[in-house]
């Protein structure tokens, strides 16, 4: 259950977080203009596959999965096969389908937490960045950033973001574990100001017959 779970978070800094990177004026402002665009949404709802790559067993696994933010607050639903978390911004509530069993506890606010409401800004925070050039695909034009964390006791030591040039938007990132795994997250689709209700962000187990509320509170 904790590697799903860690699994999500990877999943979170992925949306937006190089060796020896300096910061860069320009990659600074290409991320500025993302999490400004970004912050004029009010509901975000992205599909996305991630391709999990492992050294130790040399093997490929693909998931699907569908995310909401809202963008101006700490609130998130991220929905996978075999797992959902959904956070109202002081409440996670952890679903675990197999098991039949949801965990809730406290949302941890310090700037040491990853979660996927910070996916367009975590950057600002404990990271260099380098701007590494343009990459054309088709008729779209991608622009190439690496991402290093300050703290060298991350798990990862890099993540490369593709980002759409004239969407401004984040379309891809590969995350690059110390341990030789390595997790490519495409975003499929994305839907700015996605018409859903508030109550998407709070987890009623009242309509999950048969499911354990454990409560770690």
């Not at 969407?167 to 994305?190: C, H, M, P, R, W």
């Given at each position: 259950m904790m590697k799903r779970l860690m699994l999500l978070l990877v999943i979170a800094i992925g949306f937006i977080s190089a060796v020896n990177a300096q910061t860069d004026a320009k990659a600074k402002t290409i991320l500025n203009e993302v999490s400004k665009k970004y912050r004029s949404y009010n509901i975000v709802k992205a599909d996305f596959s991630l391709l999990i790559e492992s050294k130790q067993t040399n093997s490929k696994d693909t998931q699907q999965g569908t995310l909401y933010v809202?963008?101006?607050?700490?609130?998130?639903?991220?929905?996978?096969?075999?797992?959902?978390?959904?956070?109202?911004?002081?409440?996670?509530?952890?679903?675990l389908k197999e098991e039949k069993e949801v965990q809730v506890t406290d949302v941890n606010t310090s700037d040491e937490a990853l979660n996927p409401a910070k996916i367009f800004t975590i950057y600002e925070k404990g990271f260099k960045y380098l701007y590494t050039g343009d990459k054309k695909v088709g008729a779209k034009v991608y622009q190439i950033i690496d991402l290093t964390p300050t703290d060298i006791n991350k798990s990862y030591f890099k993540i490369r973001l593709t980002i759409d040039k004239a969407?401004?938007?984040?379309?891809?990132?590969?995350?690059?574990?110390?341990?030789?795994?390595?997790?490519?997250?495409?975003?499929?689709?994305?839907?700015?100001?996605?018409?859903?209700?508030?109550?998407?962000?709070?987890?009623?187990?009242?309509k999950f017959p048969g499911v354990e509320v454990v409560d770690l509170r």
């Open positions: 809202k963008a101006n607050a700490n609130k998130y639903k991220v929905s996978m096969t075999g797992q959902e978390m959904t956070s109202d911004g002081k409440t996670l509530w952890t679903y969407a401004k938007q984040i379309a891809s990132a590969l995350i690059f574990e110390k341990n030789g795994n390595k997790y490519t997250y495409d975003v499929k689709s994305f839907v700015a100001n996605a018409k859903v209700p508030e109550s998407i962000f709070t987890f009623d187990a009242k």
